[in-house]
């Protein structure tokens, strides 16, 4: 696809990207309420779909929300996700997972007044116990709204590449 | 070969850690049990016109399962009869033919040889394409559920589910359709050994306020209580737990089908609706069960969870990892809306990223890895809760446990397994039918159970 739209400028291009660097640094910091309080509009669509392998030439359309997909929330689902990590009995979090995020390739288009489309990918990195390492790469498509509180997200769509997630869960915010 | 007697000791309700673990059991386990058992392939609504395909595994081997123009199904293996190479790549699609990619030969919908890229310069005459057909399996049908099966002597597809039959017929066949599976399956690996999550779908019911103990509270409804039990309950008169002749079985929980479901105002509805339709076609035995939840095992490796809704298969990647594979269940003749409702809160709770499948993974790796030190796996696994409270019932087929907190689905689960090791062929499987259930000593406990209950006096 040929991107015909113009990208932000310097100085907002700059904003998205230490924007998402303070995200980060909530999520490996386990600040999860302070994550979902700062970054999380409530109109979020939080949604992570499933897309089988297919020929090329299979003109099935792409996933809709309608389909089954690994999230696909709305704001009240992804604060219920937030409390059980919070409820202090979640086993398999205690002692807890070290995760770290490397963000790339952003990419940040103004699709109305005060809101961008973003495009990213992430590598996540996950230490679990004593030694058990996952890696994830997924492309994240985000819609942000630039607010008097900062930016928000209102939409994210995670495109994880991996067609057999390579984990024992995805539970963990991207 | 003759060694799982070693492995499994249903008098004293325990399981060798070896079962977990070692290479030459696990070995065993893909002659005896997944050579020849009925194995989950699909489902009617997953190829529903003439061309459809989906690619699956029964086991470690790769299979294609294809709706023929005449409306039936095929199932053969996915490797070319030539030099072996995968044929089929897609998870799914619709094909008049399955091409090898590495020296092009053309097989049909049926699986057979249909092409050979300048057979006439190349073999000259010489290629009895007739004898190259893709190596096809047995497959049949209950309800809409498709399995596959490799051995010629092992009974229909209806004997081998057998008496769970009765059981499933109350959703499978339903009010008015039964159920169908939605897909894409959501895929994972999971470093455990298969039985691991197939004995606890099918039937732990002692984990669930523990290990879900967050969720629970997060969710609240009827389980609520079961969080951290902290609940003071008695545990007898909540569910039920079956097992039966070929190892299949659940635990019920009475009035709790939608529990898990946060947003269920659709599926509630239905089932209200088609309840009375049920109790007319079954019974109020079978309308006890369509309400309730069921945490099932179809031995050897598929597990369901009614109510919730998700559907699993376990296929085995060796004896520590497994790649799981998750389905939705949903009423067929449930309107669209209720349908996706009914989905997403299945993958919510149950799939890859689920607020209750997530607590899961964790203690079935831990409940594998832990058996690599070799002092640990001399050690003996204990299941042996709800022991000589179980036995036959009167309207229940199989083995009826009185509580869904208790084990006797998986002694029944693992006294097939062993039945399953220790026989030469099917035959010797079938000589043991009017026999299987001689363990459970304690044949009077449900008549005197019940007309205990009788006696007493009336509120």
């Known amino acids: 696809m040929t991107e015909t739209r113009k990208p932000v400028g310097m ?44 020929y090329a030439r299979d003109r099935r359309p792409d996933p809709t929300p309608g389909d089954a997909a690994i999230y696909n929330d709305d704001y009240a689902e992804l604060q219920q996700r937030v409390d059980r990590l919070l409820t202090g009995q979640v086993w398999m ?82 | 070969m003759n060694g799982s007697s070693a492995l499994v000791d249903n008098i004293g309700a325990s399981q060798s850690r070896r079962v977990f673990w070692d290479q030459d059991v696990y070995q065993l386990e893909l002659e005896r049990i997944f050579s020849r058992c009925w194995l989950m392939i699909g489902h009617d609504s997953l190829v529903p016109k003439p061309g459809d395909f989906i690619t699956t595994y029964m086991a470690e081997d790769r299979v294609i399962l294809s709706r023929q123009p ?78 596959g099966c490799h051995d010629p002597e092992a009974p229909s597809l209806e004997d081998y589910l057998g008496d769970f039959c009765w059981y499933l017929d109350t959703i499978w066949d339903g009010p008015d359709g039964g159920l169908e599976l939605l897909g894409p399956p959501l895929k994972s690996t999971l470093a455990c050994n298969w039985k691991v999550p197939a004995e606890n779908f099918v039937g732990d019911g002692y984990h669930v306020g523990w290990t879900h103990a967050a969720a629970l509270q997060m969710i609240g409804g009827e389980l609520a209580g079961l969080s951290g039990n902290r609940a003071d309950m008695p545990f007898d008169d909540l569910g039920l737990q079956f097992t039966m002749r070929h190892g299949h079985g659940f635990g019920l929980i ?99 990223a689920g607020t209750l499948e997530s607590d ?65 062929d099917w035959a010797a499987i079938r000589a043991n039918d009017d026999t299987w259930d001689a363990m459970w000593t304690n044949r009077n406990f449900w008549p005197d159970r019940l007309s205990a209950k009788q006696a007493e006096p009336q509120d």
């Open chain 1, 11 to 54: 100085e907002l291009h700059h904003a998205i990207v230490s924007h998402y660097s303070a995200e980060v640094r909530m999520l490996q910091n386990q600040q999860y309420r302070e994550w979902f309080d700062t970054v999380i509009a409530e109109d979020i669509h939080y949604w992570m779909p499933v897309y089988e392998q297919r």
């Open chain 1, 93 to 174: 979090e205690d002692p807890p997972s070290r995760i770290r995020y490397f963000v790339t390739n952003v990419e940040a288009f103004e699709i109305a007044p005060f809101e961008f489309e973003v495009f990213s990918n992430v590598l996540v990195h996950r230490n679990r116990r004593q030694n058990e390492v996952y890696v994830h790469t997924l492309g994240r498509e985000d819609k942000l709204r630039k607010t008097d509180s900062g930016f928000k997200v209102f939409s994210r769509k995670l495109n994880i590449d991996a067609r057999v997630v390579q984990d024992k869960n995805l539970y963990f915010f991207v």
């Open chain 2, 70 to 147: 005449d409306g039936s199904l095929k199932a053969f293996i996915n490797s070319c009869t030539h030099r072996g190479n995968q044929i089929c790549h897609a998870d799914s699609g619709s094909a008049k033919a399955f091409v090898c990619n590495y020296h092009g030969w053309v097989f049909g919908q049926d699986g057979s040889l249909v092409d050979v890229p300048m057979e006439e310069r190349c073999y000259h005459s010489d290629l009895d394409k007739s004898k190259l057909g893709l190596a096809p399996i047995r497959v049949e049908t209950y309800k809409g559920f498709i399995f």
């Open chain 2, 254 to 352: 009475d009035n709790a089908a939608t529990a898990i479901h946060v947003k269920r105002d659709g599926y509630v509805k239905y089932l209200e609706e088609t309840r009375g339709g049920i109790r007319e076609k079954f019974g109020p035995e079978r309308e006890r069960l369509y309400v309730g939840h069921w945490n099932t095992s179809i031995f050897p490796n598929c597990s369901f969870l009614y109510g919730t809704n998700t559907f699993k298969i376990w296929h085995p990647r060796g004896p520590h990892e497994i790649e799981v594979w998750t389905y939705t269940m949903v009423p067929k003749n449930a309107d669209t809306e209720t349908k996706r409702s009914i989905q997403r809160e299945a993958i919510r709770s149950f799939g890859t």
């Open chain 2, 360 to 424: 899961d993974g964790e203690n079935m790796s831990s409940a594998t890895y832990n058996n690599n030190g070799i002092i640990t796996r001399k050690g003996w696994m204990n299941s042996s809760m709800g022991k000589d409270r179980e036995g036959p019932h009167p309207v229940y087929p199989g083995i009826v446990g009185v509580s869904f907190i208790g084990e006797t689905s998986y002694r029944g689960f693992y006294r097939f397994w062993q039945e399953m090791l220790d026989a030469p």
